[in-house]
């Protein structure tokens, strides 16, 4: 079993940085790739971007390529979303997540393991 504790969400006005963390605690988390979904109000839940178990690849959605970041820290078994120039359209549920691969991918029913989700709102 892998947890996952997300933090780091909140208000933030148009333009402004946020940067998410994600806590992984159980098995060896290191041998896992992570990623960042989100989900918006009466939206599916989407593709942020994801890191390699190693943190060499990263991946991300072309909605936020430019603009956000996910750095890993595998000694302290956190992954981080660091999110600039912030849009209204970013805001949504963030959620972290767990595969036991050493690929990422953009598809949410290839992760095992989630986060409780952490809520970013970007006011205009």
């Known amino acids: 079993q892998v947890q996952l504790v997300e933090s780091g969400g909140g208000l933030v006005q148009a333009g402004g940085s946020l940067t998410l963390s994600c806590v992984a605690s159980g098995r060896t988390v290191s041998r896992y790739t992570m990623a960042w979904f989100r989900q918006a109000p009466g939206k599916e839940r989407e593709f942020v971007a994801t890191s390699s178990w190693s943190g060499g690849i990263t991946r991300y959605a072309d909605s936020v390529k430019g603009r956000f970041t996910i750095p890993r820290d595998s000694a302290e078994n956190t992954v981080y979303l660091q999110m600039n120039s912030l849009k209204e359209e970013d805001t949504a549920v963030y959620y972290c997540?767990?595969?036991?691969?050493?690929?990422?991918?953009?598809?949410?029913?290839?992760?095992?393991?989630w986060g409780q989700g952490t809520q970013v709102t970007v006011s205009s």
């Open positions: 997540a767990a595969r036991a691969a050493r690929w990422g991918s953009v598809y949410a029913a290839e992760y095992d393991y």
